[in-house]
């Protein structure tokens, strides 16, 4: 079994800046690609920022330029610094993570989400 356990949100002015991280653990054998999604309410789930084992990454359209994905393959660990937050940033956040497990199953892994609210 493998966990994702995020960390770093909150209630941030409009303009602020926040960190999320995510650390992974359990039946590890590799992690390919890491990413961020987000939910807001009556909206579906979309993809905020994506990162390879190899760190390249891609980002949402409304996000380019202002948050920055990265990675730390020696703490299956990602992050998303998020700059220059808008309200209409504000959603849960989860991160996914595409694990390939000892028995060389490769599954797609949930954190829980957690609460990213920007006030204007």
């Known amino acids: 079994q493998v966990q994702l356990v995020e960390s770093g949100g909150g209630l941030v002015q409009s303009g602020g800046s926040l960190r999320l991280s995510c650390a992974a653990s359990?039946?590890?054998?590799?992690?390919?690609?890491m990413g961020w999604y987000r939910q807001a309410p009556g909206k579906q789930r979309e993809l905020v920022a994506l990162?390879?084992?190899?760190?390249?990454?891609r980002y949402a359209d409304s996000v380019k330029g202002r948050f920055t994905i990265s990675r730390d393959n020696a703490k299956n660990t990602v992050y998303l610094q998020m700059n220059s937050l808008k309200p209409e940033d504000t959603a849960v956040y989860s991160c996914?993570?595409?694990?390939?497990?000892?028995?060389?199953?490769?599954?797609?892994?949930w954190g829980q989400g957690t609460q990213v609210t920007v006030s204007s």
């Open positions: 996914n993570a595409r694990v390939t497990t000892f028995i060389l199953e490769r599954i797609d892994y």
């Open positions: 990162i390879t084992s190899g760190g390249s990454a």
């Open positions: 359990g039946s590890i054998f590799s992690i390919n690609d």
